[in-house]
Structures are given as C-alpha cells and as structure tokens.
C-alpha cells in the first residue's frame, strides 16, 4: 500500500513539474505584480524619511553602488545634456555648414541637448531679467545629417511666450526633463537624467542608508509607471487646468514642475490631451505622431491598462531594449506564448504571422510596434509606437494615418493597403470589430 501510495506521488509530482514547465502560463510570475492592490494616484508614495531631503547627484551614490552606476552610465540618459566646454567631443554636428543665418556659433554654445537623432544647442541668455538658456535657431538632424531650421516657440506653448527663440527660455520649456533637480528644486544637479530623477532626493540615503530612498518597483503598476511618464508623457503646464494662457504668459512650463519620484504625478501633470480626434500630437486612435509619446500611447494600451510595465520591459538602468540593444521576439515570449490565454492565440510562430519563422515580417516589433512619429518635421518615420494593439491596413486609413505607418505596408510598399487588407482577412487575422 505504502508503495503505491510512493509511486503514484513520484508519478504526480513528475507529472507536475512537466506541467509546470510545459503548460503553465509564462506570465504567473507576474501575477503578484498585476494583482497588487491600488494605491490611490493622490497618495504620497516618497519613504517619510526621504521628503525633506534633497538632490546630491550621481557622482556620490556611485561610491556605494558602482555596478548601477556603471550600468547608467553607458545609457543615453546621461548623456541627454553634455557640457561643451568640458568635452568638445560630444557636439555630433558639422558647423562648418552651419548656415550663414545662424544666431549662434560654437563658442557660445554651453551644452549640447541630445544627439542620438537630433541635437540642439543651449546658449546662455538674459530672459525676463534671470540668468537662463537660449536655443540655437538650427538644429543637427542627425538622420539625415542636415542642419535644419528650429523654431522652438512654434512647437512649445505658440501662446505663451513672443515669437522668438531668443525669448524662450528652456528653464521652462525644457529643463525639468534634461537637467536632473531642475523639476523639483530649480537646480541644474546633474546634466542629463541621473539616479535620483526616478528614486527622488538622496541626501538623508547618503548621510545614513537605513533612511530609503524611493524604490518605484515595489509600488503598484500604475503607480510605478509615474517615474518614467514624468518625462516620457507629453504634457501641459498644470495651471491650464484652471486658467487660460495669457494668465500665465512668459512661465508657462512643458514639464510637471515641483514633482520628484514617490510623489503623486497627478497633481503636477496634466497629461497632453487625447480627445479622439486627430491633433498635432496624436492621430485619430491616440497614436503618437512625434517623440516623447510612449506614456501617452502606453497608458491607453491593453498591456499598460492590465499592470505591465515599462521596467517589465526595459532595464531602469541600461534602458535595453532600445533599436540598437533588441533581443528580438525573446523580449516578448518572456510572458507570451503560442496558444496561451494572453496570446498569441495560434500554435505557432508562424500561424501567427504567416510568414516564414526567420523572416523580419515574423518579428513581433515590427507589426506591433510600427514607426508612426517622426522626431523633426523633416525626420524619417522612425519613432515606434507603444500602443502595441495591431493596427489593419482598413484602420490606418480610417484614422487618416499615412500609408508607411502601417506596418504591412511599411514592408510591402509594392502591394496596395487593400491587397494587405485582403491577406490578413484570408488569413483569419482580423477581429470583427476591425472588419
Ligand atoms: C554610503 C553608501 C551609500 C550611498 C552613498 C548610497 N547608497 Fe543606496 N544603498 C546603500 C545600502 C547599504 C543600501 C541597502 C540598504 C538596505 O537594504 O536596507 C542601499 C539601497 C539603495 C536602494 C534600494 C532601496 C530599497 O528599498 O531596496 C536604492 C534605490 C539606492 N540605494 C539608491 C541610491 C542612490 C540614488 C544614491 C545616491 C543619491 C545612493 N543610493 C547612495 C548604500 C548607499
Ligand atoms: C530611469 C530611472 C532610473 C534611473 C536613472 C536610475 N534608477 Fe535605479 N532603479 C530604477 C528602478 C525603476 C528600479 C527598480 C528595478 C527593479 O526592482 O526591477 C531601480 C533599482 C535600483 C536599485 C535597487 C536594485 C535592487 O536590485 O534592489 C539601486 C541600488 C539603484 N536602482 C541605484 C541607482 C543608482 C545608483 C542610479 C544612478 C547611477 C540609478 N539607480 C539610476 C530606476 C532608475
Ligand atoms: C527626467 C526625465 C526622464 C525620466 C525620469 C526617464 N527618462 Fe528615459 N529618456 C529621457 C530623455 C531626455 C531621453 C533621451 C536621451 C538621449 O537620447 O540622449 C530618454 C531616453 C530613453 C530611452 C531610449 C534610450 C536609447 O538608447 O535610445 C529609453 C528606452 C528610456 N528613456 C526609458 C525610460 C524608462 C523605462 C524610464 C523609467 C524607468 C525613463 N526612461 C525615465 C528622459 C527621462
Ligand atoms: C516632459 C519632458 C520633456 C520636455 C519638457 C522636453 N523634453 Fe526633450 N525629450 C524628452 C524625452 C523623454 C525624450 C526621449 C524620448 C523620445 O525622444 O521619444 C526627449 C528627446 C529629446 C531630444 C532627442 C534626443 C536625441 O538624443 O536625439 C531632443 C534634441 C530634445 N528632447 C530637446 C528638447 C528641447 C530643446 C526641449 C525644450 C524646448 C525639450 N526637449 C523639452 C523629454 C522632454
Ligand atoms: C512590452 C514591452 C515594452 C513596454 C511595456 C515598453 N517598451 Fe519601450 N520599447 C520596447 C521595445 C522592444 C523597444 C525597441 C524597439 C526597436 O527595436 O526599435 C522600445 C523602445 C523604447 C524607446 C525608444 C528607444 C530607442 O531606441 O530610441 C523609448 C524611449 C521607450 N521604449 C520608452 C518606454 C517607456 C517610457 C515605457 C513605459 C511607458 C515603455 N517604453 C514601455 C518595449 C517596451
Ligand atoms: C511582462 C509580461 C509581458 C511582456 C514582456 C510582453 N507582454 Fe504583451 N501582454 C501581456 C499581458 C498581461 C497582456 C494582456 C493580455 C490580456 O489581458 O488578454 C498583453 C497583451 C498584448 C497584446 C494584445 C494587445 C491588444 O491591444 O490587443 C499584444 C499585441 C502584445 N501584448 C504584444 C507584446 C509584444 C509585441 C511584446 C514584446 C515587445 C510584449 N507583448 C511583451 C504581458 C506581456
Ligand atoms: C505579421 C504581423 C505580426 C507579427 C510579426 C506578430 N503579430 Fe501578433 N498580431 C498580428 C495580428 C494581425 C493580430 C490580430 C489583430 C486583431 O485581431 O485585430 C495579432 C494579435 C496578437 C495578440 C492578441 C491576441 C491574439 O492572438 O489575437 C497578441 C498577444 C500578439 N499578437 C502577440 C504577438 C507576439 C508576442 C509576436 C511575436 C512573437 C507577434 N504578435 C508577432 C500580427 C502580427
Ligand atoms: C518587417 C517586414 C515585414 C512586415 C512587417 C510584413 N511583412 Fe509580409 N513579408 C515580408 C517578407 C520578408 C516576406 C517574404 C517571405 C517570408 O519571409 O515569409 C513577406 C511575405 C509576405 C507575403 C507573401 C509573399 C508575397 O509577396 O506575396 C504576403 C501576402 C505578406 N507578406 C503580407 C503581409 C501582411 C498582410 C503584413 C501585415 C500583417 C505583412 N506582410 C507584414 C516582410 C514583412
């Protein structure tokens, strides 16, 4: 009797760990995550110990945790804002063709802003009788390694400040979001984003390590994504929510000052507003047409709405995957797989994608993230959406969307949209509400 009783438990337990790796869902590690309970967008999340402290900079939390450190260091983030002066090497722009109509030169430039697809330049300037940065008239578009014009007072608030680059200032167009320290204190702590942009303040961490600094991964997922949407969202200067342009001309802000990691984003953020219609930033399903849209996309997503994470997919510290650091469809398959409950619903990779398992049109970015937003006006599409929902060939022309956003079309441009159209139907890869 004991013998059965040993075999059947060997047979079961066998049994169970095949199943275990077999057929249980690749996303139940996960559920701890998703199923965290809410905290509510108004509560302060910042550890108490840690609310009256303030910023120190990279260079002191390197000493105690160098392997994050050298990490971060190695990421674009930190190299958002590089001082001229300092390294003459970190401009990526040919000025000898500068244009003639230049307001600038290279001497006068302090810092460079960027420099992965574009960059600009920052030039001290006296405006509103403050000590402040000017932007360059020309910008480096370094995808099509081309000067091109900038007028940065067409783009950020057109009514809110004169019509002249020379009188915008970026301490409030842009800073909080480049400068670490500049959001919450006014202070230019570290050039580019460093440590305590995303874990808040760390003086009181420094002095004694027991006092915590913020952590965003123990928070729920909403609450989590905030570090990363203080910047990564478009947004609107927090007073428009009660007052109107001209009340607050010549301060208006693009970035939710006053904010720092733990707080509650809600309160200094007023997201870009998305209203189902086609608007200078979003097309008509709220896909982004420029840079710097992921949260906007991302919250609205089936993935963002269901508790994944922007850190569920990317390292906070090295920021893989990026286009140049993508590990392919393996990101992905960490919670998919083929005929799970959360998809994809086919028994493989290629009855999913009907194309062959080593082509590119078998690579999951490439038709749920396709390149719809541009990072200039005279930029190539090359900006990849975070909305992840697959986008028919039917809806990209519905929502008035150029043709080379979608992503059958951005791979097939000798096939028409409805040709494509025609394919993913026989294929029985359309939902009927997209039909
Ligand atoms: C004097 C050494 C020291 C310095 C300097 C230091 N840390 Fe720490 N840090 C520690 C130690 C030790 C721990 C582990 C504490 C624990 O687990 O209770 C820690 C833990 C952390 C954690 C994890 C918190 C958690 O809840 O698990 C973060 C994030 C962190 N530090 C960020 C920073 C940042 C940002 C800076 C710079 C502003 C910094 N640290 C500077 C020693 C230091
Ligand atoms: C873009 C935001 C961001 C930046 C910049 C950043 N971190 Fe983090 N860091 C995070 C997040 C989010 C986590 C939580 C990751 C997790 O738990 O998976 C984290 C985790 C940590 C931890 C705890 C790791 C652990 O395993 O418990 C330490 C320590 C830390 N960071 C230190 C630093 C230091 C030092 C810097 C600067 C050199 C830095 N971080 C820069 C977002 C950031
Ligand atoms: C304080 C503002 C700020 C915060 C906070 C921030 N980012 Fe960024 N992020 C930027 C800027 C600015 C760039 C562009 C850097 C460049 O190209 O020089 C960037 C670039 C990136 C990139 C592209 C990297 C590359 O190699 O092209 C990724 C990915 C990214 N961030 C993810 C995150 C994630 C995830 C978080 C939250 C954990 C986060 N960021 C938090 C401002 C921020
Ligand atoms: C709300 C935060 C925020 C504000 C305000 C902001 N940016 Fe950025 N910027 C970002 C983020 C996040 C990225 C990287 C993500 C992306 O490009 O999709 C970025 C990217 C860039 C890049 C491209 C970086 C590269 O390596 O190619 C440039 C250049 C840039 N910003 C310039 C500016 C200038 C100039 C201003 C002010 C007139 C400004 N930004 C205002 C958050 C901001
Ligand atoms: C489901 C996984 C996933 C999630 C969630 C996700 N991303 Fe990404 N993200 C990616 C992948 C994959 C790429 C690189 C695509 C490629 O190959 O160009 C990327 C690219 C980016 C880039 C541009 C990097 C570059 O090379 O220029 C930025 C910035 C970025 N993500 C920020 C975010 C932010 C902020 C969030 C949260 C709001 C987020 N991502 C959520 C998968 C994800
Ligand atoms: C950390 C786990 C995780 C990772 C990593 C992940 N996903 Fe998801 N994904 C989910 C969950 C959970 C859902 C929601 C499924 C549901 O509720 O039906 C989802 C849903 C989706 C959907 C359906 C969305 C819709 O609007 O119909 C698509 C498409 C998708 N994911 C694509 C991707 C792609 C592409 C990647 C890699 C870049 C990826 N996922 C990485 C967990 C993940
Ligand atoms: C050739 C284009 C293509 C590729 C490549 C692709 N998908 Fe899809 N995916 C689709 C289409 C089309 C749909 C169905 C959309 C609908 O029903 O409206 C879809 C739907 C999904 C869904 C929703 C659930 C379902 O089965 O309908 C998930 C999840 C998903 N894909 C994940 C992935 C993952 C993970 C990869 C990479 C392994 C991937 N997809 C690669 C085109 C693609
Ligand atoms: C990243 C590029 C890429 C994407 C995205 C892509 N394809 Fe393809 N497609 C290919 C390649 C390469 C082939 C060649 C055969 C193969 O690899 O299976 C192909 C083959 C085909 C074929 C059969 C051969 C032919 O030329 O008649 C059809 C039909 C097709 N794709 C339709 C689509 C549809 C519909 C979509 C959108 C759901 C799509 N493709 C998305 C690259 C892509």
Not at 8 to 28: C, D, M, N, Q
Request: charged share 25%.
């Amino acid at each position: 009797m004991k013998k059965i009783f040993l075999y059947t438990g060997g047979i079961l337990l066998f049994f169970g760990i095949y199943l275990l790796y077999t057929k249980v869902e690749k996303i139940v590690p996960f559920y701890t995550q998703l199923t965290k309970p809410h905290i509510g967008t108004e509560v302060n999340l910042q550890p108490a110990e840690q609310k009256d402290a303030h910023f120190v900079g990279a260079k002191t939390c390197k000493k105690c945790h160098s392997e994050k450190f050298d990490a971060w260091s190695h990421s674009r983030h930190p190299k958002m804002i590089q001082d001229i002066k300092k390294d003459p090497k970190v401009v990526v722009a040919d000025f000898s063709k500068l244009p003639a109509d230049a307001d600038f030169n290279l001497s006068e430039a302090v810092y460079t802003v960027g420099g992965k697809f574009k960059q600009r330049y920052m030039i001290p300037a006296k405006i509103n009788g403050h000590d402040d940065f000017r932007l360059g008239n020309y910008q480096w578009n370094v995808q099509t390694g081309k000067w091109q014009h900038f007028k940065p007072w067409k783009y950020w608030y057109k009514d809110a400040y004169p019509h002249d680059n020379h009188q915008l200032p970026t301490s409030r167009a842009c800073d909080g979001c480049h400068f670490t320290g500049y959001m919450k204190e006014e202070k230019r702590v570290d050039n580019g984003i460093s440590c305590e942009a995303c874990h808040g303040p760390g003086s009181n961490h420094v002095k004694e390590p027991e006092n915590e600094v913020y952590l965003a991964s123990l928070a729920d997922p909403v609450r989590q994504n905030e570090v990363c949407l203080q910047c990564h969202m478009r947004n609107r200067d927090m007073r428009l929510k009660d007052h109107n342009m001209s009340a607050i001309y010549g301060d208006a802000r693009d970035y939710p000052f006053g904010y720092s990691a733990g707080d509650t984003l809600s309160k200094y953020k007023l997201p870009a507003p998305f209203v189902g219609k086609e608007t200078k930033e979003f097309y008509a399903n709220g896909m982004g047409k420029k840079n710097r849209t992921q949260g906007n996309e991302y919250v609205h997503s089936m993935m963002g709405k269901h508790g994944i994470t922007c850190i569920n997919c990317h390292n906070p510290h090295t920021l893989a995957p990026t286009a140049e650091h993508n590990s392919g469809n393996k990101l992905c398959m960490k919670c998919h797989s083929f005929g799970s409950l959360i998809g994809p619903h086919q028994s493989s990779l290629e009855a999913h994608t009907h194309h062959k398992a080593n082509s590119k049109g078998s690579l999951c970015v490439e038709c749920h993230m396709p390149k719809v937003g541009r990072h200039t006006g005279k930029s190539p599409l090359t900006v990849r959406s975070h909305a992840f929902g697959f986008v028919t060939p039917k809806e990209t022309l519905k929502y008035n969307m150029p043709k080379e956003t979608n992503a059958c079309y951005a791979c097939h441009k000798d096939k028409s949209m409805q040709s494509l159209q025609n394919s993913l139907e026989k294929w029985g890869m359309v939902s009927w509400d997209k039909r």
